[in-house]
């Protein structure tokens, strides 16, 4: 039976063995640049800029539209109140309407030998200022009825469209407002990349760090043990106290709390890492670069290079390109607005030859123009603003890259120092080592205490721990290096 025990539970070991799967720096990475919900919503952002650029170039063509109109009128429109009595008189050899003598009953007489009709108080008066003393004979019956007009239903449309021919060039500064949103919000996209890149880097590296850090405790803890085994044997021959072996045991009980605090830390920062990637919290791998060999150096570029590199700076450019095209747009409502508009009208009554109950229609075509004249100085005002908010954001923009130059050497002088720690843990380590090593052979000899090997053991455990923490910190001034120089993609 224990036979059977011992054979699944190798199997199970075997499996889990090459189940465990290797991440390298790059795969982390990619898996995070997939799961980021952030990333996500930022690329929508993107999209959503793109889309707000392709509406405003629409401006530039003309908008077609069309309208229809329906309405009940409970009247008809009648132009006369009454039947109409209009005078029937000659079309005179001039064109004007006059009459001749027998159309009308008035009376005449001669006045300088000139023929003078008179009025009904036989008094002569000129008919042309005085037109109504003028008796007709004959009369030409109006009635209302026919110049009344059917409107009870009345149906009316247009087609058409209005062309934008010149509008002080608002429609060109709004289109490049819409391309620079967009090139916006690219470049914050760039920026969420970078900032997820240098949070996964982070955690990357943290529990690469822990790894190592667990690696040593385990190893630190076996010398220990190592050493209360052999306290224990001596105690045993009359060469060691009690005193010493409760030294021991308590340097021993203080490495198994280090491993535990390291083994606890080692496996928050994994479950740190899995949310960043996407994976199951509890979901174990191992990372590539656990034993801290590889080495990698940041190319050093021109930092006039390196911070057009930035997002951040293509961002601010955007905002000081938005800003000023603002300020055109607020320059051009000074500027008369033309247009083209052109239409189709149908309506129903038809009004266009006689007035009938059918559809008629025409097209017509006109120029539409608005000419800004005084509003008591509001686009003086606005222009101001605009020209305000125009020099803030130059001002943001060389305000930010004199911090970027600042900080683009800071981080040089901390890779610079942390090369320099990691060469100087490295000696220390072989000092650690060499005193190690004498240490316990001189315990094995009998010539050197357990209190001193302890000390020995504790300083190569130091020396170690600052050898893990000193690579780390070069891996994260890279890190932050790159991100400086905008190479961090």
């Known amino acids: 039976m224990k036979k059977k025990v011992f054979v699944l539970l190798t199997i199970v070991s075997v499996v889990q063995l090459h189940a465990q ?48 109109t329906y309405a009940w009128n409970e009247k008809n429109l009648s132009l006369l109140a009454e039947d109409a009595m209009l005078p029937v008189g000659t079309k005179m050899p001039d064109g004007s309407f006059g009459f001749t003598p027998d159309q009308i009953s008035n009376n005449w007489t001669l006045v300088n030998g000139q023929p003078i009709p008179l009025d009904a108080n036989n008094t002569p008066f000129n008919p042309k200022t005085n037109p ?4 007709w004979k004959g009369y030409a019956l109006l009635p209302k009825e026919a110049m009344e007009f059917d409107i009870h239903n009345v149906f009316a449309g247009t087609i058409g469209f209005v062309q934008p021919v010149f509008m002080g060039g608002k429609i060109l500064e709004l289109y490049r407002v819409a391309k620079y949103g967009e090139n916006l919000a690219a470049a914050q996209h760039e920026n969420k990349i970078t900032e997820l890149l240098l949070e996964v880097d982070e955690a990357y590296w943290r529990v690469v760090s822990l790894e190592n850090k667990v690696k040593l405790a385990r190893e630190y803890r076996n010398l220990i043990a ?15 106290t009690k005193a010493e072996a409760l030294k021991v045991r308590v340097k021993l009980n203080e490495a198994e709390m280090t491993v535990t605090k390291a083994e606890d830390g080692l496996n928050l920062s994994k479950m740190a890492l899995n949310q960043l990637c996407g994976f199951p919290l509890d979901e174990q791998y191992a990372l590539s670069d656990a034993t801290l060999k590889s080495e990698e150096n940041v190319q050093l570029i021109p930092v006039d290079e390196a911070i057009s590199n930035r997002p951040e700076i293509k961002a601010l450019t955007q905002v000081e390109n938005i800003a000023k095209s603002n300020e055109r747009i607020m320059l051009s409502r000074f500027m008369p607005n033309i247009g083209l508009t052109g239409n189709y009208l149908v309506s129903n009554p038809n009004v266009y030859n006689g007035y009938k109950n059918e559809f008629g229609g025409m097209f017509n075509v006109g120029i539409v123009a608005n000419v800004p004249l005084f509003h008591f100085g509001d686009k003086f005002h606005t222009l101001n603003a605009a020209k305000s908010q125009r020099k803030i954001a130059g001002m943001q923009l060389d305000e930010v890259k004199e911090k970027m130059q600042l900080q683009i050497k800071q981080n040089s002088y901390k890779v610079a120092e942390s090369m320099k720690k990691k060469s100087a843990t490295e000696k220390n380590i072989e000092q650690a080592e060499e005193n190690l090593r004498y240490a316990t052979e001189g315990f094995d000899a009998g010539v050197i205490t357990s209190t001193d090997l302890l000390g020995a053991q504790t300083a190569w455990l130091s020396a170690k721990s600052e050898n893990i923490d000193a690579c780390i910190d070069l891996k994260i001034c890279n890190l932050y290096l790159s991100k400086s120089l905008g190479t961090l993609k």
């Open 132 to 135: 109504e003393k003028i008796q």
């Open 21 to 68: 799967k290797v991440l390298k720096l790059e795969d982390c990475r990619q898996k995070a640049l997939e799961h980021n919900k952030t990333l996500q919503m930022s690329k929508e952002s993107v999209n959503a800029a793109r889309e707000l650029k392709k509406a405003a170039f629409t401006q530039f063509l003309p908008n077609f539209s069309a309208n229809a």
């Open 226 to 240: 190592k050493l209360d085994s052999n306290v224990r044997v001596m105690i045993e021959e009359g060469v060691a």
